[in-house]
Each structure stands twice: as structure tokens, then as C-alpha cells.
């Protein structure tokens, strides 16, 4: 058993509650154990000096501090028990002072120790107050020496030099240990609040970190309730213009007409919502991959074909050029990644324009490219282009809406599939984005 758990064996459950109080508790003990330890050798000390009031007393001051110890195991406040250990050592300390020649004893001196102890053990109060009365018991011997009182001197006088030399150095050894025992425990005390308040700092930083988080959040879930509110009211408002227009006419031609605008109109509203949905998705890490083997010239052609309805609304011509090459990446992803830069093409571009998509492909990557003849991107508006809701000066031509989320699922979606994407500010005319894929060993040229 160490000492620290000699010490805690003293202790009642109850202060481990309080860490305060632990700490008070734990000081006590300590100091307890080590004068009884300290006035079981000064035992021997009066023994061999035939002070036999001083051998009594020493026993009584071993037995007592041990006791004094102990009751800390009770729910006796500790601030009783610290005074108590005080005035042990102090009426031992001037019974033994008065019997041994008062001012002129070598245990005087020792009555110094008794505030002392006072302070380091119970309080700084209790520290003045035991001051005090050991300022007035000094004052006393002093006035008993100056009216020439002779106070009994009961240890063995013919060997004075020999007491003076053993019990003064007592006072600074014990004075010494129960320093040390106090600074000790303060210093772990300190230690372990410095750890404590680095932690509180750690989690100040966490919380701090996770309110941004949590704000940002909120805001974003704001911006898409304005963006649902804003963008799906016109769509849904012509929805319901157009049908009831549709109940009114008679025309087989006119109703086609009709119920294509609607279904155009609730395309556009669909897209609005796949791609909130689509972008919580992913912020929420749920996207599952389903690697495959694929000819990206093929896909290119699908997307193109998905959006040529769009293209032909402003008879735009999207030409693909370039090799087959292959790349081993999730279908579902690489076509929503091509939609969308080909819907942002074609909707950022005049009528009657060309969009083109080029393919080039060597042994290490495939990169594909979409460049429209619109109005471009402003380079001070570049490192916007990839963040959520973003809204740049250019419009789109043909009033189609946008919802600023496009650009920043096609980048997460490039991230997850093992691409990356960016925009080509050195292209010659309108806006250049290039989709680049680790290349597949099954590559083969046209």
C-alpha cells in the first residue's frame, strides 16, 4: 500500500464528492500522520534526555494525531478536526516549554510552529487567530522571565548543549515537512486545475466549433426553405394557370401544347427538389457507390440526349468530340455530374449558340470538358462557384430558374467518385468546366 492510499484509507466517502474538500481532507491526514511520525522520535529524544513529562507527552501527541486522523473517517467537519490537531501540538509545544526553563528552553522557539501549522493545515483565519494566542503565550514566558519567575527545568540540565543542539532543529525540520506536504498538495491542486481548465478550453473550442457547425446549418436549412418557397411558387403558379386554361379549350393541338408547359414546368420543379434532396444526402454522408466499368463517351451521349429537350427549347447544338475512354466509377453519379454541367451550359447560353463537350483520355486520367458561348464567369466571382446557394452576377438567358445548388453537388459528387472538377479560366470564349476521373486499365482509342 502506498502513501496515497494509506492517506485515502482515513478519508469518509463523503469528501470525494467535493474536490475541495478532498484536497482539505487529504492535507490534513498527511500532516497528521507525519507530526505523529515526527513526535514518535522525539520519544527516544526524552528518553534519552530524562524528560519524562516530555516522554508522556510525545506518547500522548503520537496516539492523538493518529486519532485525530482517523476521525476524518466521520462526517466531523474537517475545519474541527484541523483545530483540534493545532491545539494538540500547541499544548504539548508550551507544557513542554514551561517544564523545561520557558524563554531560556530550546522548545520557546517552538511555539512559532503553532500558527504555522495553523495556517498551512486548517486556514488563513484560524492562522491569526492561533497567532494571536501564541503571540500572547510568548508575551507571557517573557514577562515570567523579566519579574525573574524560575519556571522547573525537568529534563536532565547537565546535558543542556546537547538538548539545545537536537530540539532546535526540530522546529525547521517539522516546519520543513509539513511545508513540503502543503506545497505538494498545491501544486498537484494547481496541476490539475491547469489540466481542468485545458480541457474546459478543448470543449469551449468543441462547442464553439459545433455552434458554427449548428448555425451554419440552420441557415443552410433556411436557405432551402426560401428556395423551395421562392423558386416553386412561379412553377407551381403556372402549373395551375395552365390547367385551368386546359379545362377551357377544345383543341386537341392547343391541349398537347398545354400539357407539354406542364410537364416542363413540373420538371423544373422536380429538378428544384432532387436537388435540395440530393444535397442533404449528401451533408448527411448517405450516398452508396456501385463502381462499374464504363465507356464515358457513352455516358456523355445520354446526358446529352437527357437534356436535348432543353437544348432544342433554345436551339442550342451540343456536339461531343473525342476518344472512347474508360473509367471505373458509379454510373448514377457520373450522369448527374454531366447533367448538371450541361444544364448550367445551356442554361447560361444566348440562343441559337453551341455548347461542346470534348473528351481526352491518356494512360493515368480522363478529362471532359463543357464549354458554352455565354457570358463566362467573373474572376472575382471564380472561388464562389463551387459553394452552396451561391449567386453570381450572370443569369440565366432563357428565364430558367436556379438555385444556386448545381455547382456544389457536382463538386461533392466528383469528391465521392474519386474525381475532381474545376473551371478553366484560360478557355477562349463563354464558361469552360473540367470533370477529371482516374482512368480505367480497360482505356481503348476510337
Same mark, same amino acid.
Given at each position: 500500500?502506498?502513501?496515497?492510499?494509506?492517506?485515502?484509507?482515513?478519508?469518509?466517502?463523503s469528501?470525494?464528492?467535493?474536490?475541495?474538500?478532498?484536497?482539505?481532507?487529504?492535507? #490534513?491526514?498527511?500532516?497528521?500522520?507525519?507530526?505523529s511520525? #515526527?513526535?514518535?522520535?522525539?520519544?527516544?529524544?526524552? &528518553?534519552?534526555?530524562?524528560?519524562?513529562?516530555?516522554?508522556?507527552?510525545?506518547?500522548?501527541? =503520537?496516539?492523538?494525531?493518529i486519532?485525530?486522523?482517523?476521525?476524518?473517517?466521520?462526517?466531523? +467537519?474537517?475545519?474541527?478536526?484541523?483545530?483540534l490537531?493545532?491545539?494538540?501540538?500547541?499544548?504539548?509545544v508550551?507544557?513542554?516549554?514551561?517544564? @523545561?526553563?520557558?524563554v531560556?528552553?530550546?522548545?520557546?522557539?517552538?511555539?512559532?510552529?503553532? +500558527? !504555522?501549522?495553523?495556517?498551512?493545515?486548517?486556514?488563513?483565519?484560524?492562522?491569526?487567530?492561533?497567532?494571536?494566542?501564541?503571540?500572547i503565550?510568548?508575551?507571557?514566558?517573557?514577562?515570567l522571565?523579566?519579574?525573574?519567575?524560575?519556571?522547573?527545568?525537568?529534563?536532565?540540565t547537565?546535558?543542556k548543549?546537547?538538548?539545545? &543542539? @537536537?530540539?532546535? +532543529?526540530?522546529?525547521?525540520? *517539522?516546519?520543513?515537512? *509539513?511545508?513540503? !506536504?502543503?506545497?505538494?498538495?498545491?501544486?498537484?491542486?494547481?496541476?490539475?486545475l491547469?489540466?481542468?481548465?485545458?480541457?474546459?478550453?478543448?470543449?469551449?473550442?468543441?462547442?464553439?466549433?459545433?455552434? %458554427?457547425?449548428?448555425?451554419?446549418?440552420i441557415?443552410?436549412?433556411?436557405?432551402?426553405?426560401?428556395?423551395?418557397?421562392?423558386?416553386?411558387?412561379?412553377?407551381?403558379?403556372?402549373?395551375?394557370?395552365?390547367?385551368?386554361?386546359?379545362?377551357?379549350?377544345?383543341?386537341?393541338?392547343?391541349?398537347?401544347?398545354?400539357?407539354?408547359?406542364?410537364?416542363?414546368?413540373?420538371?423544373?420543379?422536380?429538378?428544384? !427538389?432532387?436537388n435540395?434532396?440530393?444535397?442533404?444526402?449528401?451533408?448527411?454522408?448517405?450516398?452508396?457507390?456501385?463502381?462499374?466499368?464504363?465507356?464515358?463517351?457513352?455516358? =456523355?451521349?445520354?446526358?446529352?440526349e437527357?437534356?436535348?429537350?432543353?437544348?432544342?427549347?433554345?436551339?442550342?447544338?451540343?456536339?461531343?468530340?473525342?476518344?472512347?475512354?474508360? =473509367?471505373?466509377?458509379?454510373?448514377?453519379?457520373?450522369?448527374?455530374?454531366?447533367?448538371?454541367l450541361?444544364?448550367?451550359?445551356?442554361? #447560361?447560353?444566348?440562343?441559337?449558340?453551341?455548347?461542346?463537350?470534348?473528351?481526352?483520355?491518356?494512360d493515368?486520367?480522363?478529362q *471532359?470538358?463543357?464549354?458554352?458561348?455565354g457570358?463566362?464567369? %467573373?474572376?472575382?466571382?471564380?472561388?464562389?462557384?463551387?459553394?452552396? #446557394?451561391?449567386?453570381?452576377?450572370?443569369?440565366?438567358?432563357?428565364?430558367?430558374? /436556379? /438555385?444556386?445548388?448545381?455547382?456544389?453537388?457536382?463538386?461533392?459528387?466528383?469528391?465521392?467518385?474519386?474525381?475532381? &472538377?474545376?473551371?478553366?479560366?484560360?478557355?477562349?470564349?463563354?464558361?469552360?468546366?473540367?470533370?477529371e476521373?482516374?482512368?480505367?486499365?480497360?482505356?481503348?482509342?476510337q
Amino acid at each position: 500500500m502506498n502513501f496515497s492510499k494509506l492517506v485515502d484509507f482515513f478519508i469518509h466517502p463523503s469528501y470525494h464528492k467535493d474536490t475541495l474538500e478532498l484536497r482539505k481532507a487529504r492535507l #490534513f491526514v498527511r500532516s497528521a500522520l507525519l507530526t505523529s511520525l #515526527f513526535s514518535n522520535s522525539y520519544i527516544w529524544f526524552s &528518553v534519552l534526555f530524562e524528560f519524562e513529562l516530555a516522554v508522556y507527552l510525545m506518547i500522548f501527541n =503520537v496516539l492523538g494525531f493518529i486519532c485525530l486522523a482517523l476521525l476524518v473517517k466521520t462526517r466531523i +467537519p474537517i475545519l474541527l478536526i484541523a483545530n483540534l490537531y493545532v491545539l494538540v501540538g500547541a499544548t504539548a509545544v508550551i507544557l513542554l516549554a514551561y517544564y @523545561s526553563g520557558g524563554v531560556w528552553s530550546a522548545l520557546y522557539p517552538w511555539i512559532i510552529s503553532i +500558527p !504555522v501549522l495553523a495556517l498551512l493545515v486548517v486556514n488563513r483565519m484560524y492562522g491569526i487567530i492561533w497567532g494571536i494566542l501564541s503571540f500572547i503565550v510568548m508575551l507571557w514566558f517573557g514577562w515570567l522571565a523579566i519579574k525573574g519567575v524560575e519556571l522547573p527545568t525537568q529534563y536532565n540540565t547537565e546535558m543542556k548543549t546537547e538538548w539545545f &543542539v @537536537s530540539v532546535l +532543529p526540530g522546529l525547521l525540520l *517539522i516546519i520543513l515537512v *509539513i511545508s513540503v !506536504v502543503f506545497e505538494s498538495v498545491q501544486t498537484k491542486a494547481l496541476n490539475d486545475l491547469n489540466i481542468k481548465n485545458q480541457q474546459l478550453e478543448e470543449q469551449k473550442e468543441t462547442i464553439a466549433d459545433q455552434s %458554427k457547425k449548428l448555425e451554419k446549418l440552420i441557415d443552410d436549412k433556411d436557405h432551402i426553405i426560401r428556395i423551395l418557397a421562392h423558386d416553386l411558387k412561379n412553377p407551381l403558379a403556372n402549373i395551375t394557370t395552365i390547367s385551368n386554361i386546359l379545362k377551357e379549350e377544345r383543341e386537341l393541338d392547343q391541349q398537347r401544347k398545354f400539357i407539354a408547359m406542364i410537364e416542363k414546368v413540373s420538371a423544373q420543379a422536380q429538378g428544384l !427538389v432532387n436537388n435540395v434532396l440530393d444535397m442533404a444526402t449528401m451533408d448527411q454522408g448517405a450516398i452508396r457507390l456501385i463502381p462499374e466499368v464504363l465507356d464515358v463517351k457513352k455516358v =456523355v451521349q445520354g446526358a446529352v440526349e437527357t437534356m436535348s429537350e432543353q437544348a432544342k427549347q433554345k436551339d442550342i447544338k451540343i456536339t461531343v468530340t473525342g476518344p472512347v475512354a474508360m =473509367v471505373n466509377t458509379d454510373r448514377t453519379y457520373l450522369l448527374l455530374i454531366l447533367e448538371n454541367l450541361i444544364s448550367n451550359a445551356l442554361k #447560361f447560353s444566348p440562343q441559337s449558340t453551341k455548347v461542346e463537350i470534348s473528351i481526352a483520355a491518356d494512360d493515368h486520367k480522363v478529362q *471532359i470538358k463543357v464549354m458554352d458561348e455565354g457570358p463566362g464567369i %467573373k474572376p472575382e466571382e471564380e472561388d464562389q462557384l463551387f459553394e452552396k #446557394f451561391s449567386k453570381l452576377s450572370a443569369r440565366p438567358t432563357g428565364q430558367e430558374s /436556379s /438555385s444556386g445548388l448545381g455547382l456544389s453537388l457536382v463538386k461533392r459528387y466528383s469528391e465521392e467518385i474519386g474525381g475532381k &472538377v474545376w473551371y478553366d479560366r484560360d478557355a477562349s470564349k463563354g464558361a469552360t468546366f473540367v470533370l477529371e476521373l482516374p482512368s480505367s486499365k480497360h482505356s481503348v482509342d476510337q
